[in-house]
């Protein structure tokens, strides 16, 4: 189970002041939201017929493609992409390998990934729960006329897997036009919230990681979140971030020890960054990876203003060992380190580091799983989301909308004249001329 280390007097003080009366409507269901609460059941909701369906379409994918195209941007590919760059590492030659579009409008990004589908076979995963979302909706007009090009409509229609909205959208109609296979996003779930759904177990699954033990780790999690007492460590890391804010901390660093939980670390940026920040409220969620960010950061860290706590993401044992060799001439003057473990080092490492942190005036808390496997990250995901609901109405803003997003929009249809927003065009370039 994973494990939350607080330091006793913290705690007490984060949970005597942290508002529990509001976190509770969470769990009563009764505060703006709570249409979107459909997560909070899911890793039980999730039956076995639903979990078989999606491994046999992933594995028809793993069957006939080198390379699985995931497409989607924010809550609908961060997940996945948490998930398989934890199991996989960065050094894998795992196969299919997986790449990711749809996240951002790169040309260059995609006339590249548009010659690696030349050259390997491919199938594409597409997922919006909107159906509607530029990014996404732009990479993949590319991608499938590609797509049909290489394989022809049957062949694509083989290749081709969209995750949407049940009725509505136009990644829905297009899917029922062209006969692709399709599964749904519940209406009751965000894109945030959405790993256990299809959205995170079908590219999850298309890369070969094990997604019942996902599921379980989930499971269990929720179980042992079920109480929500003092005990309750959700609770105590929702409490102690509100603490943290009211104490005038505006930015959560979240620090790992493992390069593997880069991308999980942006998921957790996102699901607090969007679930919390509106009204002018939240901590800013920061990501930092050490000891690497050490040699950059760590200066700031240690020195800089006082603005943030962090919290560790930490790793209790690799899946393999790094022994540091003996060396009878000892010229690098290492051989004090000879016989010790790569993991040794850096569980010193991350010791010293919190140490030095605290004394530089950064507030530490640790956060701990035991192997890094589908069945602890199962359970380090809901513990994220859960805890995020908790927080978020601490805070006293609906956790599960994210209006500012539209604002970018709204600017960038109007420069584009997409239809409905040609009125806006004169005024947005006029606003823009007067800021670039
Ligand atoms: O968490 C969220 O709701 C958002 O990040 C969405 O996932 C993101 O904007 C993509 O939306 P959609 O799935 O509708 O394309």
């Not at 609460?37 to 076995?48: F, N, S």
């Not at 379980?216 to 079920?226: E, H, N, P, R, W």
Request: aromatic share 10%.
């Amino acid at each position: 189970m994973i494990s939350l280390k607080i330091n006793q007097d913290l705690q007490l003080k984060a949970m005597s002041s942290c508002n529990k009366e509001d976190a509770l409507h969470l769990i009563r269901r009764d505060a703006s939201g709570n249409d979107f609460l459909g997560w909070m059941d899911l890793p039980q909701a999730i039956t076995e017929k639903e979990i078989c369906k999606i491994q046999q379409v992933a594995n028809r994918l793993r069957r006939l493609a080198d390379m699985v195209i995931v497409v989607g941007i924010g809550g609908s590919y961060l997940g996945a992409r948490a998930v398989i760059s934890a199991i996989r590492g960065e050094l894998n030659e795992d196969k299919p390998e997986v790449i990711y579009a749809g996240h951002q409008l790169s040309q260059d990004y995609m006339h590249a990934l548009l010659q690696q589908m030349e050259q390997k076979d491919y199938a594409i995963i597409v997922i919006s729960k909107s159906g509607t979302t530029t990014e996404p909706a732009v990479a993949f007009r590319l991608l499938k006329q590609h797509c049909e090009t290489k394989y022809g409509k049957a062949g694509a229609k083989e290749r081709v897997v969209c995750i949407t909205d049940a009725k509505k959208g136009a990644l829905k109609s297009l899917a029922n036009n062209e006969g692709y296979d399709t599964f749904v996003i519940p209406d009751d779930i965000g894109g945030r919230y959405s790993v256990l759904t299809p959205v995170g177990l079908l590219p999850i699954a298309a890369a070969g990681c094990d997604i019942q033990q996902l599921v379980q780790g989930a499971v269990d999690m929720k179980i042992a979140l079920s109480h929500l007492d003092d005990s309750n460590i959700a609770l105590q890391y929702a409490a102690m971030r509100n603490y943290f804010l009211q104490q005038g901390k505006n930015i959560e660093v979240m620090a790992s020890f493992d390069s593997r939980f880069y991308y999980f670390i942006e998921w957790w940026k996102q699901l607090y960054g969007e679930s919390e920040g509106k009204e002018g409220k939240g901590l800013f969620p920061a990501g930092l990876l050490y000891t690497t960010d050490l040699h950059s950061m760590g200066q700031y860290m240690q020195e800089g203003q006082r603005l943030f706590f962090e919290t560790f993401l930490s790793l209790k044992h690799s899946n393999h060992t790094c022994e540091v060799p003996y060396d009878e001439a000892n010229l690098d003057g290492l051989n004090f380190l000879s016989g010790k473990t790569l993991d040794d080092i850096n569980h010193e490492a991350e010791k010293a580091t919190i140490l030095a942190h605290e004394q530089g005036g950064v507030p530490t808390v640790k956060l701990e799983i035991e192997a890094m496997n589908e069945y602890h990250l199962g359970q380090l995901i809901y513990f994220f989301e859960y805890a995020c609901g908790l927080s978020a109405y601490m805070l006293k803003v609906n956790p599960f909308n994210q209006p500012g997003v539209e604002a970018y929009k709204n600017n960038m249809f109007a420069l584009l004249q997409k239809p409905g927003y040609e009125d806006k065009y004169e005024q947005i370039q006029a606003a823009i001329k007067n800021l670039l």
